[in-house]
């Protein structure tokens, strides 16, 4: 008599991996998959079901630039999309495909860095939040791992909530919580130096996209931070930056190549494991954002704008 047998059963049976056995309900299931977050691999009907519960969407946005011999052209964008996945996880969210048309900076000169202005990057987070606001999500996160692209989003944000209407979208900037307990405390562990090489192997490997690590050997060993720029006029550019902003340009690959270490040891294990762990904890990081954002929205409903008026008593 014909048995039924499962799709993977027959595959194996066919590649003479396993016999087919009457009783094949012995079969080892396979571990459960983390839930599809990104906006893009899931269906309208998915979405609208998902709508009944919920409302926040993270559009993590990062350029493609020129990070030196071991870190990759996209690890801004890597480091942010992972940890606006571990977001949308942790409180149920979606998240919206990467941004890559963003301000990449001083890294114009190495090659495959694609550059973008201020103000092409603005506009375009802007439409993006736009769009989803009138489709429905009550709560919009433009979430980058750092600079540059930080100021994009922040300018985005105010000018979304100032100029139209209240919008009900903040800007996240993950490295921020790199200053947080637990992270300093997961590196207080690592012998070697946690930059954001090590996050972008990480990054990888949990948005399945993982690669072997360029250059291992001098990762390994990594470089001397500080050796950003020529030094016949690394102190004037100092000057600029640490009292404003000046903008400022690469001219050889050493200058933007001090990202940490990759490709050692950490507690007996790859230490990709760690970036796995730090980019856990700045998404705990960011987390309460999400339910502060639906507090200040639901706030301002029942508060609404009104021209202020003098006080008679400005209290304290």
């Given at each position: 008599?014909?048995?039924?047998?499962?799709?993977?059963?027959?595959?194996?049976a066919?590649?003479?991996?396993?016999?087919?056995?009457?009783?094949?309900?012995?079969e080892?299931?396979?571990?459960?998959k983390?839930?599809?977050?990104?906006?893009d691999?899931?269906?309208?009907r998915e979405?609208?079901?998902?709508?009944?519960?919920?409302d926040?969407?993270?559009?993590p946005h990062?350029p493609i630039?020129?990070?030196?011999?071991?870190?990759?052209?996209?690890v801004?964008?890597?480091?942010?999309?992972?940890?606006?996945?571990?977001?949308?996880?942790?409180?149920?969210?979606?998240?919206?495909p990467?941004v890559?048309?963003?301000?990449?900076?001083?890294?114009r000169?190495?090659?495959?860095?694609?550059p973008f202005?201020?103000e092409f990057?603005?506009?375009?987070?802007k439409?993006?939040?736009?769009?989803?606001h009138?489709?429905?999500?009550?709560?919009?996160?433009?979430?980058?791992?750092?600079?540059?692209?930080?100021?994009?989003g922040?300018?985005?944000?105010?000018d979304?909530?100032?100029?139209e209407?209240?919008?009900?979208?903040?800007?996240?900037?993950?490295?921020r919580?790199?200053?947080?307990?637990?992270?300093?405390?997961?590196l207080?562990e690592?012998?070697?130096?946690?930059?954001?090489?090590?996050?972008?192997?990480?990054?990888?490997?949990?948005?399945?996209?993982?690669r072997?690590?360029?250059?291992?050997?001098?990762?390994?060993?990594?470089?001397?931070g500080?050796?950003?720029?020529?030094?016949?006029?690394?102190e004037a550019?100092?000057?600029?930056?640490?009292?404003?902003?000046?903008?400022?340009?690469?001219?050889?690959e050493?200058?933007?190549?001090?990202?940490?270490t990759?490709?050692?040891?950490?507690k007996?294990?790859p230490?990709?494991?760690?970036g796995?762990?730090?980019l856990?904890?700045?998404?705990?990081?960011?987390?309460?954002?999400v339910?502060?954002?639906?507090?200040?929205?639901?706030?301002l409903k029942e508060?609404p704008?009104?021209?202020?008026?003098?006080?008679?008593?400005?209290?304290?």
């Amino acid at each position: 008599m014909d048995q039924d047998i499962t799709r993977r059963e027959f595959v194996a049976a066919g590649a003479g991996l396993v016999p087919v056995a009457a009783n094949a309900q012995a079969e080892v299931k396979p571990a459960a998959k983390e839930r599809i977050v990104r906006l893009d691999l899931l269906t309208s009907r998915e979405v609208g079901d998902w709508f009944k519960t919920n409302d926040a969407i993270f559009v993590p946005h990062g350029p493609i630039s020129g990070h030196g011999p071991w870190t990759t052209l996209g690890v801004h964008a890597h480091g942010a999309e992972a940890v606006a996945t571990l977001l949308a996880r942790k409180c149920n969210g979606l998240v919206y495909p990467t941004v890559y048309s963003c301000f990449a900076g001083a890294t114009r000169l190495y090659p495959g860095t694609v550059p973008f202005s201020y103000e092409f990057h603005i506009q375009l987070l802007k439409t993006v939040v736009r769009s989803l606001h009138a489709q429905g999500f009550g709560r919009i996160f433009l979430l980058c791992y750092t600079n540059p692209e930080d100021a994009a989003g922040l300018i985005a944000a105010r000018d979304l909530f100032d100029i139209e209407g209240e919008i009900p979208v903040a800007s996240l900037v993950a490295t921020r919580g790199m200053s947080s307990e637990p992270v300093k405390k997961l590196l207080g562990e690592y012998q070697g130096s946690a930059g954001e090489a090590i996050v972008d192997y990480a990054a990888l490997r949990l948005l399945n996209q993982e690669r072997g690590i360029a250059e291992p050997e001098l990762a390994k060993v990594g470089l001397k931070g500080g050796q950003d720029q020529n030094p016949e006029i690394r102190e004037a550019i100092n000057v600029l930056r640490s009292r404003g902003t000046r903008g400022f340009r690469y001219d050889s690959e050493r200058e933007h190549s001090s990202h940490g270490t990759v490709g050692l040891t950490w507690k007996g294990q790859p230490d990709i494991e760690l970036g796995l762990k730090i980019l856990d904890a700045l998404a705990d990081y960011l987390l309460p954002a999400v339910d502060a954002l639906k507090k200040h929205r639901d706030y301002l409903k029942e508060h609404p704008p009104k021209r202020i008026e003098k006080q008679e008593r400005l209290g304290p």
